[in-house]
């Protein structure tokens, strides 16, 4: 699922509340506020690509994610490495603990998060 930067920053929102009415999601934005129908074409366009749904209160509707914020994020990384690194995890893991400034600290903590999996991983 591909989305939009206001479609990411509106699930965000939804993400963090986990849901919402309009007047909910519109207190969220930071000044200036978009308009209320911006933020209504936001939410018809997520829900007509399955990413959000709502129930109904009246006139009112409730709106909630159908995507996972973890499952979103994964999918993204995946499309990435396909993209730049070759379908290659490995390339990606090469290229993102040599380009970023990542401290020591961070590289041991990523050693260990590594190495945990690896324990869960054997038959």
């Known amino acids: 699922m591909n989305l939009s930067n206001g479609e990411e920053q509106l699930m965000n929102y939804l993400w963090?509340?986990?849901?919402?009415?309009?007047k909910d999601l519109l207190e969220a934005y930071p000044e200036p506020k978009p308009a209320p129908t911006t933020v209504a074409t936001l939410l018809k366009r997520l829900t007509d690509k399955g990413a959000v749904s709502y129930k109904v209160f009246g006139n009112s509707r409730e709106y909630y994610p159908e995507v996972q914020k973890?499952?979103?994020?994964?999918?993204?990384?995946?499309?990435?490495?396909?993209?730049?690194?070759?379908?290659?995890?490995?390339?990606?893991?090469?290229?993102?603990?040599?380009?970023?400034?990542?401290?020591?600290?961070?590289?041991?903590?990523?050693?260990?998060?590594?190495?945990?999996?690896?324990?869960?991983?054997k038959p």
Do not use: C, R, W
Not at 16 to 22: D, P
Not at 90 to 112: G, H, I, M, R, Y
């Open 16 to 22: 963090e509340k986990g849901s919402a009415f309009m």
């Open 70 to 121: 973890s499952q979103y994020f994964s999918d993204k990384v995946n499309v990435l490495i396909k993209t730049f690194f070759n379908d290659s995890p490995s390339q990606f893991a090469s290229f993102f603990t040599k380009e970023t400034d990542l401290s020591q600290k961070e590289l041991e903590s990523l050693k260990s998060i590594i190495e945990e999996q690896i324990k869960t991983k």
